[in-house]
C-alpha cells in the first residue's frame, strides 16, 4: 500500500509522462506531414525561382508565414482552372504567394484583385507579383475588405468566377454573403483554415478567431446559395482545413 503521499507523487509522474509523450507524438506527426508535403512537392511542383523568392522576400520582411503551403497552392489554381476562371477575388493577400498561384490559372486577359489591410504587405506583394510578370492581371486593393467589397460592387467589378477568403478569421462570415453578392451561379469559393487543429468542435472556445469560423462554418452549412463541403488536411502548414463552395 501507498502512503497518500506517495501515490500522489505518482500521479505527478504519470501525468508529466503523458504530457510529454502526447508533445512527442504531436511533433512526430507534424515531421512526418513536412516530409509528405516536400514529397509531394518535389513530385508534382517544379522548382521556381518566382515562388523561392516570394517565400524569401516574405521571411525576410519578418511577415508571419501564414501563407498555404506550396501543394495547397497548386490545389488553389487547380480549382480556378477547373472552374475556367477570367475573373479572382483573394481575401487576404500577405506576400502574394496564393496570389501568384492562382493569378497563373488565369488566361491572358483574366484578372485577379486580391485585399489586403496591410500597405507593406501590399507593397511586398507588389513586388512578387511583378517579379512573376503579372502585374498586368492582378490589382492588389489596400484597405479593411469590409470597405473595399462594397466598393468592387459599386464600381461594377464583378461578377468573379472564384473565390479565396483567407483573411481575419472573425469577418469570415460577412466575407462568404460578399463573395456570393460578388459572384454568379457557378462561383467556386474556396476558405483557409477552418479547421485550426480541431478547435473547431469546441463551441465554447473563448478564442475570437475560432468563433468566427465557427458562425462561418454554420451559415456555409446553411445557406441556400451554395452547395458545400469542408476537407480537413494536414501537411507543411500543421492541421488544418478547407471550405469549398459552389454557387448555385
Ligand atoms: N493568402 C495569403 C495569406 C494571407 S494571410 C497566402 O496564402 O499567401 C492574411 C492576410 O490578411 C494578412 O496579410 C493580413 O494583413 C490580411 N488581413 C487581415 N485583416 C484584414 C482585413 N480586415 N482586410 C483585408 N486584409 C486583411
Ligand atoms: C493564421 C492565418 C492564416 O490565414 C493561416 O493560414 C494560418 C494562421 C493566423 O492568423 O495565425
Ligand atoms: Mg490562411
Redesign the pocket.
Known amino acids: 500500500m501507498d502512503t497518500p503521499r506517495a501515490s500522489s507523487e505518482r500521479q505527478q509522474v504519470s501525468t508529466n509522462l503523458n504530457y510529454a509523450l502526447s508533445t512527442l507524438r504531436a511533433r512526430l506527426a507534424q515531421d512526418r506531414w513536412t516530409e509528405v508535403d516536400r514529397y509531394i512537392a518535389d513530385l508534382f511542383i517544379q522548382s521556381d525561382p518566382v515562388m523561392d523568392a516570394t517565400l524569401r522576400s516574405s521571411s525576410e520582411a519578418g511577415l508571419p508565414p501564414?501563407?498555404?503551403s506550396p501543394p495547397q497552392g497548386r490545389f488553389l489554381m487547380l480549382l480556378a482552372m477547373a472552374r475556367g476562371a477570367r475573373r479572382i477575388l483573394?481575401?487576404?493577400?500577405?506576400?502574394g504567394?496564393?496570389t501568384i498561384w492562382l493569378a497563373r490559372a488565369l488566361p491572358v486577359d483574366g484578372r485577379l484583385v486580391s485585399?489586403?489591410?496591410?500597405r507593406e504587405?501590399a507593397s511586398i506583394a507588389r513586388a512578387n507579383i511583378a517579379r512573376a510578370g503579372l502585374s498586368g492581371r492582378v490589382t492588389i486593393r489596400v484597405g479593411?475588405?469590409?470597405e473595399t467589397l462594397p466598393k468592387l460592387l459599386g464600381e461594377g467589378q464583378g461578377p468573379f468566377d472564384f473565390v479565396f477568403i483567407?483573411?481575419?478569421k472573425p469577418?469570415y462570415p460577412d466575407y462568404l454573403e460578399w463573395a456570393i453578392k460578388l459572384g454568379r451561379p457557378g462561383t467556386v469559393i474556396v476558405a483557409d483554415n477552418v479547421v485550426r487543429e480541431g478547435e473547431i468542435i469546441k463551441a465554447r472556445s473563448t478564442d475570437p478567431n475560432t468563433q468566427g469560423i465557427r458562425r462561418f462554418n454554420d451559415a456555409l452549412a446553411t445557406n441556400d446559395r451554395v452547395i458545400a463541403i469542408e476537407i480537413q488536411t494536414v501537411g507543411s502548414k500543421g492541421y488544418d482545413g478547407f471550405a469549398v463552395a459552389l454557387v448555385k
Open positions: 501564414i501563407h498555404v483573394e481575401i487576404g493577400t500577405l506576400a504567394y496564393s485585399l489586403e489591410i496591410d504587405h479593411s475588405a469590409l483567407d483573411a481575419d469577418s
